[in-house]
């Protein structure tokens, strides 16, 4: 049953804090906090809602080929990864830089798996993020130019922080 508050969060499009305020009222914790206790409870839940609906909607339009995290990369020795270099990646310091990262190797060896990984980890941390293979690249400019909304795909792809262009040598 929505109480009146969850309705006037619900009007406001407080998503967050109305699960959070339907939770504490069926386990009835909202009536033993104080009013900064329930407010810190509920502005933490609207927060992480939002960040999480951020997350979810850049990695959508990222159009990513795997869903891969770092987590998942395996970093034995014969894969030559560096395990240094992959921890500073995490950060994301070359976005803030505006650097850029050329993944190099065999056919068949994990680089689109780590571009995902990384994009992954940019999405995470709030940069727009979008993922090529040369032939969709192609693709897509050949389908904006015949749509005649070349300009506006090019004004796309210059919003984006981060572009994963993958091609085979």
Known sequence: MMT?????????RLRGMSRSWESLVETRQHQDL???EGLEILLQAEKLDREQRRFDRLQKNAKFRYQ???EE????????????????????????????IIITGATGCGK??????????????GYKTAYFNMQKLTQQLKISRLEGTLLS??????????????TSV
């Open 4 to 12: 009146p508050i969850t309705t006037k969060f619900n009007e406001l």
């Open 34 to 36: 104080t009013l900064s």
């Open 68 to 70: 891969a995290s770092i």
């Open 73 to 100: 990369l395996h970093m034995d020795a014969s894969r030559g990864i560096d395990k240094t270099l992959l921890a500073s990646l995490t950060t994301g310091n070359y976005l803030k830089n505006g650097e850029s």
């Open 112 to 125: 689109s798996f780590i571009a995902s990984a990384l994009g992954h980890q940019a999405c995470a941390q």
């Open 153 to 166: 795909f090019f004004l796309k792809i210059a919003k984006t922080h981060l572009l994963y262009w993958m």
